[in-house]
T-cell receptor, first 109, second 115 residues
Framework: GQNIDQPTEMTATEGAIVQINCTYQ??????LFWYQQHAGEAPTFLSY??LDGLEEKGRFSSFLSRSKGYSYLLLKELQMKDSASYLC??????????WGAGTKLIIKP | ETGVTQTPRHLVMGMTNKKSLKCEQH?????MYWYKQSAKKPLELMFV???????ENNSVPSRFSPECPNSSHLFLHLHTLQPEDSALYLC??????????????FGPGTRLTVL
């Protein structure tokens, strides 16, 4: 079967750095997405990786290793507004998105 | 403003009621999706439409009936639901369904409670 694993919940301190991991086992790979979802709101796109390596976008970076079936989302200089759920999703060989259950990130002052 | 709107935002219904959820996208996309989001579970894809034709139906119970009259509008008709159907129902759209990228844009969702 197809599976996306990410931690259920993480806690970090304002101003610090946090890394949210995602491991996947899918039938084929056509890209990995990270989305952010604040409570009661729509998921919004953060990043897309299809090749190995690090993609940096401001305070957020996303890393991919296809050989290891592994990705992480790195958030720097954490702000209170970063408290949200972070969803990892992989496009399989049929271009269907397979979603993880999401990681709830709690930022403390 | 995500460009995808959903109404109503909240809905409470009894098991014998019939109701409909509405989604509208203003992004000029050709594909639209219905997802079910339950607490601490992955997003479950329910239906996919591409150019107004259903291309995916992930074994969803017949008490959920989708309708896509044009590429901008998507409905989910509900009847004789069960309490376990209570969840957040999300609509999304994208340029297409194939291809590697095709970022999906989501609406804010309808929070459905079935009594």
């Amino acid at each position: 079967g197809q599976n996306i694993d990410q931690p259920t919940e993480m806690t970090a301190t304002e101003g610090a750095i946090v890394q949210i991991n995602c491991t996947y086992q899918t039938s084929g790979f056509n890209g990995l997405f990270w989305y952010q979802q604040h409570a009661g709101e729509a998921p919004t796109f953060l990043s897309y990786n299809v090749l190995d390596g690090l993609e940096e976008k401001g305070r957020f970076s996303s890393f991919l290793s296809r050989s290891k079936g592994y990705s992480y989302l790195l958030l720097k200089e954490l702000q209170m507004k970063d408290s949200a759920s972070y969803l990892c999703a992989v496009k399989d060989s049929n271009y269907q998105l397979i979603w993880g259950a999401g990681t709830k990130l709690i930022i403390k002052p | 403003e995500t460009g995808v709107t959903q109404t109503p935002r909240h809905l409470v219904m009894g098991m014998t009621n019939k109701k409909s959820l509405k989604c509208e996208q203003h992004l000029g996309h050709n594909a639209m999706y219905w997802y079910k989001q339950s607490a601490k579970k992955p997003l479950e894809l329910m239906f996919v439409y591409s150019l107004e034709e259903r291309v995916e139906n992930n074994s969803v119970p017949s008490r959920f009936s989708p309708e896509c009259p044009n590429s901008s509008h998507l409905f989910l008709h509900l009847h004789t639901l069960q309490p376990e159907d209570s969840a957040l129902y999300l609509c999304a759209s994208s340029h297409g369904t194939s291809g590697e990228y095709n970022e999906q844009f989501f609406g804010p969702g309808t929070r459905l409670t079935v009594l």
